[in-house]
């Protein structure tokens, strides 16, 4: 393929899985939203208590998602180290989130409905592009393509010096 073709392909990758990420990032922003605003007109909870319980809540419809929509095709091996990673990215995400609203809320005495809505949605703006470069980073991992599997696989069985001499003959000639 040529250098062109690769990089579109690349690109096209790229823009499908950010689409997906947004999918599912937005369905997951309306849940947070909904959880803590119903958390908070039906509960005493103070604003940052409520708008944990109403991440936490979000993280979960988050990782069902992420793992079964937008990266269905990534490496599935490993679901525990994955579950464990994406949890622990999560809940930084969710320090950031929070604690701009913390800071709004009592920081800045910004404490009303709208302003709380404002700032936990600013929030989850700005955890979002750390989640979405450490979900695709560390949790959902590309799958190593077979044939890439395959071609090292048959590089490692061959004896040292057919390796060595295999290596030299795919060099180019220099001219």
């Known amino acids: 393929m040529s250098e062109p073709g690769a990089l579109r392909t690349r690109l096209n990758g790229l823009f499908r899985e950010v689409a997906k990420f947004g999918a599912v990032g937005a369905v997951g922003v309306l849940v947070d939203l ?6 908070r007109h039906f509960t005493e909870l103070p604003v940052v208590r409520a708008s944990i319980v109403a991440t936490l809540v979000a993280i979960v419809f ?3 998602g992420f793992r079964y929509f937008t990266y269905r095709d990534r490496d599935k091996s490993g679901r525990g180290k994955e579950m464990s990673l994406f949890l622990l990215f999560s ?7 929070n ?13 009303g409905p709208l302003a709380s809505n404002f700032f ?8 979002t592009l ?46």
């Open 99 to 111: 604690g701009l609203l913390y800071a709004a809320t009592y920081g800045l005495g910004l404490d």
């Open 120 to 127: 936990k949605f600013f929030g989850i703006g700005i955890a």
């Open 62 to 64: 988050n990782y069902v």
């Open 130 to 175: 750390f989640r979405f470069w450490s979900y695709r980073t560390w949790v959902f991992r590309t799958a190593p393509v077979p044939e890439a599997v395959q071609a090292a696989e048959s590089f490692l069985e061959q004896p040292p010096r057919q390796a060595t001499r295999a290596a030299v003959d795919r060099q180019p000639d220099p001219v």
């Open 34 to 39: 909904g959880v803590f605003n119903l958390v």
């Open 91 to 97: 809940l930084i995400g969710l320090v950031i989130q």
